[in-house]
């Protein structure tokens, strides 16, 4: 059975569910067509490979020969791999039944590449509360404070929170409901927030099966 698929981040808006207002996040739904199929006996295991959306130019040559087997004239701008249970029903070449895989009513989890904020300090990095402000301290009001202990160990114990680089690493969003799927402008809505900068590819794993009850009210 297959539970993920690839959207692209569009933009934010609101709607307005039992009387009260929702923050909501459009997803573009990207042409996502089978390029290969992975096999236990083969492979040693069942995945299906999705070349997402196509770039306006031929393909790479190491691609050429791989696409040609799902009819595939253009460059990919993504190849992606789903893991799957059992051998899937599709065949190469075939598009992903997006309306059989995910539907309003469904609560998923979204997986992305978080926006990097560059270097960053433990108060904005992991919510530190700082040091003393007064009492003759002048600048140690957002410093980290003590990173170890004194001979013994005589070492900075590995996974210390201290200063470094913060986001652009995976980051996952759990318990999103999906408020819509619109298959005639190719996009779906999800209550909430989700990882990554506009124009980004997500993963939506749908964690489980609901009721369309929560449609948005025009």
């Given at each position: 059975?297959?539970?993920?698929?690839?959207?692209?981040?569009?933009?934010?808006?609101?709607?307005?569910?039992?009387?009260?207002?929702?923050?909501?996040?459009?997803?573009?739904?990207?042409?996502?067509?089978?390029?290969?199929?992975?096999?236990?006996?083969?492979?040693?295991?069942?995945?299906?490979?999705?070349?997402?959306?196509?770039?306006?130019?031929?393909?790479?040559?190491?691609?050429?020969?791989?696409?040609?087997?799902?009819?595939?004239?253009?460059?990919?701008?993504?190849?992606?791999?789903?893991?799957?249970?059992?051998?899937?029903?599709?065949?190469?070449?075939?598009?992903?039944?997006?309306?059989?895989?995910?539907?309003?009513?469904?609560?998923?989890?979204?997986?992305?590449?978080?926006?990097?904020?560059?270097?960053?300090?433990?108060?904005?990095?992991?919510?530190?509360?700082?040091g003393?402000?007064?009492h003759?301290?002048?600048?140690?009001?957002?410093?980290?404070?003590?990173?170890?202990?004194?001979t013994?160990p005589?070492?900075v114990?590995?996974?210390?929170?201290?200063?470094?680089?913060?986001?652009?690493?995976?980051?996952?969003?759990?318990?999103?409901?999906?408020?819509?799927?619109?298959?005639?402008?190719?996009?779906l809505?999800?209550?909430?927030?989700?990882?990554?900068?506009?124009?980004?590819?997500?993963?939506?794993?749908?964690?489980?099966?609901?009721?369309?009850?929560?449609?948005?009210?025009?």
């Amino acid at each position: 059975m297959i539970t993920e698929i690839y959207t692209i981040k569009s933009h934010m808006t609101q709607a307005f569910i039992d009387g009260k207002r929702v923050p909501v996040t459009i997803l573009k739904l990207p042409t996502q067509v089978v390029s290969q199929i992975k096999t236990v006996d083969k492979d040693g295991y069942y995945s299906l490979q999705l070349s997402i959306d196509q770039k306006n130019k031929s393909p790479q040559k190491s691609l050429l020969t791989h696409l040609k087997k799902a009819k595939l004239t253009k460059q990919p701008k993504w190849l992606r791999e789903i893991r799957l249970d059992q051998e899937p029903q599709l065949k190469v070449g075939e598009s992903l039944p997006i309306d059989k895989i995910i539907a309003p009513g469904d609560t998923v989890s979204v997986t992305g590449i978080s926006i990097g904020k560059g270097f960053a300090g433990v108060m904005k990095r992991f919510g530190f509360a700082g040091g003393p402000k007064t009492h003759g301290q002048s600048d140690r009001s957002r410093a980290p404070g003590s990173i170890g202990r004194g001979t013994t160990p005589g070492r900075v114990l590995p996974g210390k929170k201290m200063p470094g680089h913060l986001g652009a690493s995976t980051a996952v969003t759990k318990n999103l409901t999906v408020l819509a799927v619109d298959l005639d402008k190719n996009q779906l809505s999800v209550s909430g927030p989700v990882p990554g900068a506009k124009k980004q590819l997500l993963k939506l794993t749908v964690t489980r099966k609901g009721k369309d009850t929560n449609q948005p009210k025009e």
